[in-house]
Structures are given as structure tokens and as C-alpha cells.
């Protein structure tokens, strides 16, 4: 069984800056790439930022220069450094875990139940 579990959500106003945090826990051997997604309303969820074991990252293009994924691989965690946040940027963000649980067994990816950000005007 694995948790993930995300905080740091809330309340911003445009112009400002929120850090979302991300814990993987239970039987885990160890954890590939990890996620932050976001859904707005009435929109599909799509990828924010992505970041392999390895420290590589990818960022969908309207956050790039603004946010920073980084990852803390012995506690399991990553993170999502958002600065001039925008209104555009409201939505539930999501996070993910593409975890293994042997070292020769496939990676099943697990999905944490959200964290709502709101950017006022």
C-alpha cells in the first residue's frame, strides 16, 4: 500500500508565490519519475512539471521560469516552488508517484487526492 499525500495549497494573490509539497510513503523500493498535475475547472488535468530520479525536469510551457520542481529522494518527497502566480494558475494540483516495489518489478503509478490553489486578481 502507498500513500501520497499532498499540501501547501491555498489562497494567493496574483503576483504572489505558494510551495506545494508532495510525501510517498508505505512498501516502496524505490520511486522513478514524480509528478505535479493540475485540473481547472471545466479543463482537463494536465502536466505541470515532472522530475526523474535522476533530478531531470520538464515544465509545461506557461510555468516555465516560474515554478521549480525539486525532490528530496531518501524522504520520498517532492515539491513545487510556484512564484508569480498568476490567475490562470487556479486549479486542484495533483501529485504523483511512479513507484517500484522490487528492484526487477514494473512501476505502478500512484496519485495523491489534490490540493486546491486559488489566485485572485
Known amino acids: 500500500q502507498v500513500q501520497v499525500v499532498e499540501s501547501g495549497g491555498g489562497l494567493v494573490q496574483s503576483g504572489g508565490s505558494l510551495r506545494l509539497s508532495c510525501a510517498a510513503s508505505g512498501s516502496i523500493f524505490s520511486i522513478n519519475a514524480m509528478g505535479w498535475y493540475r485540473e481547472a475547472p471545466g479543463k482537463q488535468r494536465e502536466l505541470v512539471a515532472v522530475?526523474?530520479?535522476?533530478?531531470?525536469?520538464n515544465y509545461e510551457d506557461s510555468v516555465k521560469g516560474r515554478f521549480t520542481i525539486s525532490r528530496d529522494n531518501a524522504q520520498n518527497e517532492v515539491y513545487l516552488q510556484m512564484n508569480s502566480l498568476k490567475p490562470e494558475d487556479t486549479a486542484v494540483y495533483f501529485c504523483n508517484a511512479d513507484v517500484k516495489f522490487q528492484y526487477s518489478g514494473p512501476t505502478f503509478r500512484f496519485w495523491g487526492q489534490g490540493t486546491q490553489v486559488t489566485v485572485s486578481s
Open positions: 522530475i526523474s530520479s535522476g533530478g531531470s525536469t
